[in-house]
Every structure is written in C-alpha cells, then in structure tokens.
C-alpha cells in the first residue's frame, strides 16, 4: 500500500464509504429488478387470463 501519508484517514475512509454505497446500488437495483419482473409476469398473467376467458367466450 502507497503511503498516504496524513491523508491516510481521508483516502482509506472515502474508499470505505464508495464500496458501501456501491454495494447498496447493486443491492437496491437487484431488489428493484425481482420486483418489476414479478410485477411484470402477475400483468402477463392476468392479460393471458384475459384474452382465454374472450377466447372461450
């Protein structure tokens, strides 16, 4: 590791406070995502529903 010298806490503490935001990016964006494509097949399947009921008539 380099040496940072007095800024040393700055730089070690700015590179913690990226990885935890970073990571609650990638977590917010995948919790995000499961739900839209859960959203996403409960729209689908009701649409299907709907258009084999008509079907049926």
């Known amino acids: 590791m380099p040496d940072l010298g007095s800024y040393s806490v700055y730089v070690l503490s700015a590179y913690g406070v990226s990885f935890v935001l970073l990571a609650l990016i990638i977590f917010t964006s995948l ?22 009921a008509a079907k049926n008539g």
């Open 31 to 52: 919790r995000r995502s499961a739900k839209t494509l859960a959203e996403l097949s409960d729209i689908e399947a009701r649409r299907d529903a709907a258009r084999e």
